[in-house]
């Protein structure tokens, strides 16, 4: 069935480190990527998406980069802060047919002062 | 905008009994999903509804589950029985657009222990 790997479980940076979240994915026919960063006690939130069409996207300190070839995608984040520290899930979908999200195992990302 | 809300926020039960989850999610939003997180893994998606049809119900892991949008507004998931591993986070999620891409607003979560 579908499924999305994500690597590595747990991460810990120092702050103004630059984190990365790789995700591979099994769906050839997916086509949307989100990120969600989820904090302690909340709910998650979409922090940045992309597109099949599209093989980078940035905003500000975070980046996503699409490989539709391999099949993977990962996020960058660059000069870390404590705030950046949540856990990370990234996300496949075929948009088109109903939008719902294969998400992967998540990331917690800890940036320490 | 308000955002989507759970009810309840926690909730423990016993093996064996009932429980009723809901969602209502943001006003307009055609799209409901629901998913569950377990133990720390990945989330995992149960079903979609369409305004009040459901769309896919792929994810729903028995017929102990039912899950209902009367009216197309409010959904609810009904456990019957709960077993233990019904346990975790269970979320709901909804967007606006049934064509093209729109991002999911997610609830803040429904912790369901069953003891």
């Known amino acids: 069935g579908e499924n999305v790997e994500q690597h590595p479980s747990t991460l810990s940076v120092q702050e103004g480190d630059s984190a990365v979240i790789k995700c591979t994915y099994s769906?050839?026919?997916?086509?949307?990527f989100p990120w969600y960063k989820q904090e302690l006690g909340k709910r998650p939130q979409l922090i940045i998406d992309?597109?099949?069409?599209?093989g980078e996207k940035k905003d500000q300190r975070i980046a996503v980069t699409l490989n539709k070839t391999a099949k993977h995608f990962s996020l960058h984040i660059t000069e870390t802060q404590p705030e950046d520290s949540a856990v990370y899930f990234c996300?496949?979908?075929?948009?088109?047919?109903?939008?719902?999200?294969?998400f992967g195992q998540g990331t917690e990302l800890s940036v320490k002062p | 905008e308000a955002g989507v809300t759970q009810f309840p926020s926690h909730s423990v039960i016993e093996k064996g009994q009932t429980v009723t989850l809901r969602c209502d999610p943001i006003?307009?939003?055609?799209?409901l999903y629901w998913y569950r997180r377990v133990m720390g893994k990945e989330i995992k998606f149960l079903l979609h509804?369409?305004?009040?049809?459901?769309?896919?119900e792929s994810g729903m892991p028995n017929n102990r589950f039912l899950a209902e949008r009367t009216g197309g507004t409010y959904s609810t998931l009904k456990v019957q029985p709960a077993e233990l591993e019904d346990s975790g986070v269970y979320f709901c999620?909804?967007?606006?657009?049934?064509?093209?891409?729109?991002?999911?607003?997610f609830g803040p979560g429904t912790r369901l222990t069953v003891t």
């Open positions: 999620a909804s967007s606006r657009w049934v064509t093209g891409i729109d991002e999911q607003y």
């Open positions: 769906d050839s026919a997916s086509n949307y």
């Open positions: 992309i597109r099949s069409n599209v």
């Open positions: 996300a496949a979908s075929r948009y088109n047919q109903g939008g719902k999200l294969i």
């Open positions: 006003s307009g939003h055609d799209n």
């Open positions: 509804f369409v305004k009040e049809s459901k769309q896919d």
